[in-house]
């Protein structure tokens, strides 16, 4: 018989903590919304409700008609109006809509159907199917569908004016309320398509693509969605790079020269380093310039008839009228960093500006180093932990 593991948790632990991992999916997770927000939202229901109940009551009393002039239902739609005014089940054609396909679903199920609890189950399941592929799915509208089957009576004393009135009451002071207090009621369902640009950037297409795999019911408008997804993806991207600094990433030593150095010298010192460029420095390694494969052949005379490695040949030997030090070449001013500057900054000298090589610079503004685009992709490929081939 083998012996038990010592490294492994005994069966019983095993099996206590996957109960306990279990239990915590009914633990809610936190709403995520401040004091002032909470306030807002309810102030906001006790409104739109008192003013429902005053418009109903004050009607019933005026014409003289019996019957229930408010509905337990308005007070879920309430919530939803108030407090969750960008959701596309709070949106006014789902609460209107919605609720009121709902009541007559209900009022047919207790008519066709004498049992109540299959009145009820075919109520809400109906109204459901129903509101779904017309765009208009309210929760509390199954609610109403249900109530008209549970309380026959009342569907019977119900007034026709009475559910799209205290609605129409609801949405309209539900849009006012929201939109004085800074929530956009109605909200745009879905956004306008623009290009992708910045970092963590997507098409709404890769959202379409998205969506079609979830398979569900989401209580958060597209928009709203594609905005969050956009600013997590910014917030990956600045969290991996936020932090990057030159110094990290920067090439050193660096190899430089001086002004004075003869072309010759500076070709001979990029060809045996292996190098695409060489900061020109002063006496006090502060840059004054940079001379690059790009600067030697820009000179080269394309117009002669011998070949290219002739013509830098006949360049760097100083050969006719051709310049022969690095100072009458070199590119200035130049684009430099400091080593405490934060990576991400570089991105569009590089992307948008044209550089392949930034000199580093010190608190005193002396040369310590420098950043090329092999680093700068190095140095992306290992914070988005892109995988060698």
């Known amino acids: 018989m083998p012996l038990p593991d010592p490294l492994l948790p005994p069966r019983s632990l095993s099996f206590a903590h996957s109960v306990w991992l279990w239990l915590q999916r009914f633990w809610p997770a936190p709403v995520g919304i401040t004091v002032r927000e909470g306030l807002r939202m309810a102030i906001g229901m006790a409104c739109g409700m008192l003013l429902v109940a005053w418009l109903g009551h004050g009607w019933g009393a005026l014409t003289g008609l019996q019957g229930p002039w408010l509905l337990a239902s308005l007070g879920a739609s309430a919530v939803l109006v108030f407090g969750m005014p960008s959701s596309p089940l709070s949106q006014p054609w789902p609460v209107l809509a919605g609720s009121l396909l709902s009541m007559w679903v209900g009022v047919a199920s207790a008519v066709l159907v004498p049992d109540g609890a299959w009145a009820g189950a075919l109520a809400v399941a109906v109204s459901v199917a129903v509101m779904l592929p017309l765009r208009c799915l309210h929760p509390p509208g199954a609610a109403l569908a249900l109530s008209m089957v549970l309380n026959p009576q009342q569907a019977a004393q119900l007034h026709g004016w009475t559910v799209p009135v205290t609605l129409l009451a609801?949405?309209?002071?539900g849009m006012l309320y929201n939109n004085l207090t800074g929530r956009r009621y109605p909200h745009a369902q879905s956004a306008p398509e623009v290009a992708p640009r910045g970092p963590g950037a997507f098409t709404s297409a890769d959202l379409d693509a998205a969506l079609s795999h979830y398979n569900g019911v989401l209580d958060v408008s597209r928009a709203d969605l594609e905005g969050l997804l956009h600013l997590a993806g910014r917030a990956a991207f600045a969290r991996t790079l936020g932090d990057l600094r030159?110094?990290?990433?920067?090439?050193?030593?660096?190899?430089s020269v001086e002004a004075a150095v003869s072309l010759k010298d500076a070709q001979a010192l990029m060809r045996s380093e292996r190098v695409?460029?060489?900061?020109?420095?002063?006496?006090?390694?502060?840059?004054?310039?940079?001379v690059t494969v790009a600067d030697f052949m820009r000179l080269a005379r394309t117009d002669a008839p011998e070949g290219l490695g002739q013509r830098l040949r006949s360049l760097v030997r100083g050969r006719s009228t051709q310049p022969t030090l690095v100072g009458q070449i070199m590119s200035q001013p130049v684009q430099t960093a400091q080593t405490g500057q934060l990576v991400m900054e570089l991105v569009p000298l590089f992307s948008q500006g044209g550089h392949h090589h930034i000199p580093i610079l010190d608190d005193r503004q002396r040369l310590v180093g420098i950043v090329t685009q092999t680093d700068l992709v190095r140095a992306l490929a290992g914070a988005l932990q892109v995988p060698q081939a």
């Open 246 to 255: 030159c110094e990290d990433i920067m090439s050193q030593p660096v190899l």
């Open 170 to 173: 609801l949405l309209a002071v």
């Open 276 to 290: 695409k460029a060489l900061p020109v420095v002063d006496d006090q390694r502060q840059v004054c310039g940079i």
